[in-house]
Each structure stands twice: as C-alpha cells, then as structure tokens.
C-alpha cells in the first residue's frame, strides 16, 4: 500500500487489484472470517476499505470541479515579525530552510532549490477542529524525499517543524512521527490553489499532513529537526496547541 496512486485508483481496480492486496494483509486472511469475507467479492469494497484505513494509507484526494471556492485562512494570517516581513520584501529570495537535529546531512535549501525538486499535487479536504473545511489543490516536494537527503539517524522519531509566527513570544511549532513523515502525501506546500503560496496560507512553505487535522499542518515552516522525544520542546506535547489547549498530538482523520 505506498506509491503515489489515489483511493479512487485502488477502488477501481477491482478484483485484479485485491490480488496485490492480500499479501500485505496476512493476519486478517489467515483468520477464518477473514477468508471468507476477502474471498466474496461482493464484500470486497469492505477488504478495501479496512485496507485503506491503515496508516499508511493515502488520505482521499479530489477532483478539481470539487475544490472550495472560499479556502479560509485560520490561525496567523501573517506572521508579521520584522524578519518574516524582510523575506516577504524580497519574495522569499534569501530565505533558506535548515533540515536538522538526528540527520547525517544537515540541510541549508535555498528557495530556488525547493522549487526546482520534484513535486507532487494533491487536491484533498482540510479538516479545522474549529469545525469548518476546505478542499484546495497543495503542490510541493515530499518531506520524505528531503528527509532521505538529509539522512535521518536511525535514533531519530519525530519530526519537528518550527515556524516563522510567534505566540506570546514563542514559535508555533508542530511534530509528526516517522510514519507520517515519509506518509507519499505529505509535502512541503510552496503552491496552492495553482498559485504561490500566500502569507496568509503559510509562505513560503506549510506542511501538508494530510491525514491529520488542520492545526498540524504547519505553514512558515522555517527549520525541520529529527528528534528522538518532544520532551524539552516548547512544553513537551509536539505542537503549539497541544501545549497551550492539550488538543491530542496524533490528530488523524
Ligand atoms: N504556523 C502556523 N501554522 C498553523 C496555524 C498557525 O496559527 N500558525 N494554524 C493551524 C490551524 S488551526 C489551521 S486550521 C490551519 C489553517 O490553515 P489555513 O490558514 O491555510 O486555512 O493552519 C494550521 N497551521
Ligand atoms: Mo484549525
């Protein structure tokens, strides 16, 4: 179940398709219910779904006639420090992301860098514990194909993503596992809606975890580091609303 292939793919694909799914889901075929339900067809969308809900799974991507006309913008509409507002002045020209902390190969990419690698674009659903969403279009390279560049230490478990908007003095920050981290469809944003990426969306760069609620999607994104715990980071809890209102770390939808 990995490659960048989308849900609506994998569902039509039918019966030739289950062949490839079975091998990945031994224990639920070696169960004696399990069989039988996998070897029904008529329960095969069932097989399918259950499939689909692991964690690797891709979250659901959209047609383009399906996204949002409005995509409201929430949380900072714009960091508005005197050196986020020095890299605004300068189109984000000298702006450089730092890759970090338990990696063999720290990581200094310049803009230009960022947006000449290989990119992916997904049209998916934003989901705000707020309770409103919106469907946009994100493009931007993997985070997994950067954190391959950079080498992650096999002693490192999160990711921690720390921005350019300050909360009472302290960077809005947010941390995603392994998992998440190498997820096909999770990016580093720097277009969207196929256009730049706006202040008030994050520029230059946002996190897309699409598998997760809107508030660990990151935008300002600045520096990314590989940790082994969150402990001794902002508060403790992975992310600027887990420590300041306990919202849960692992937000998956
Ligand atoms: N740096 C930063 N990232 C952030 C936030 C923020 O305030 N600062 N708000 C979060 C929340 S709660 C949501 S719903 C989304 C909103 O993204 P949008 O402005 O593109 O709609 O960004 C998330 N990422
Ligand atoms: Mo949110």
């Known amino acids: 179940m990995s490659g960048i292939i989308t849900r609506r793919a994998l569902l039509t694909t039918g019966a030739l ?3 490839a799914l079975l091998s990945g889901c031994e224990k639920f075929v070696a169960n004696p219910l399990g069989r039988e339900l996998v070897f029904s067809g008529e329960t095969l969308n069932y097989r399918l779904a259950r499939a689909l809900t692991h964690r690797d799974a891709l ?4 047609r383009p006639d399906q996204m949002s006309p409005i995509f409201r913008v929430n949380g900072t509409r714009n960091p508005n420090t005197p050196t986020y507002n ?8 000298n702006w450089r992301l730092k890759v970090g902390g338990l990696v063999n190969r720290p990581l200094d990419i310049s803009y230009q860098q960022l947006l000449a690698m290989p990119a992916r674009t997904q049209i998916t659903r934003h989901d705000c514990v707020e309770g409103w969403s919106a469907i946009g279009k994100w493009h931007g390279p993997m985070l997994g194909t950067i954190l391959k ?10 990711i921690v993503f720390t921005c350019a908007d300050l909360y009472s003095g302290h960077n809005y920050y ?3 596992d392994l998992v998440d981290a190498f ?7 720097w277009a969207m809606n196929d256009a730049m990426l706006s202040v008030g969306h994050g ?6 975890v699409e598998r997760q609620l809107g508030y660990k999607n990151a935008k300002y994104v600045m520096q990314i580091d590989a940790v082994a715990s969150l402990a001794g980071i902002g508060k403790g809890k992975g992310g600027y609303w887990e420590d300041a209102i306990d919202y849960d770390w692992y937000a998956g939808i």
């Open 149 to 158: 560049a950079a080498d992650v230490r096999s002693t490192a478990r999160y």
């Open 17 to 19: 398709g289950a062949g």
């Open 86 to 93: 020095a890299m605004v002045a300068e189109k984000f020209a």
């Open 203 to 208: 520029a230059p760069i946002r996190l897309r």
């Open 174 to 176: 947010e941390s995603i």
């Open 183 to 189: 997820h096909p469809q999770t990016i580093l944003a």
């Open 59 to 62: 979250a659901k991507e959209y």
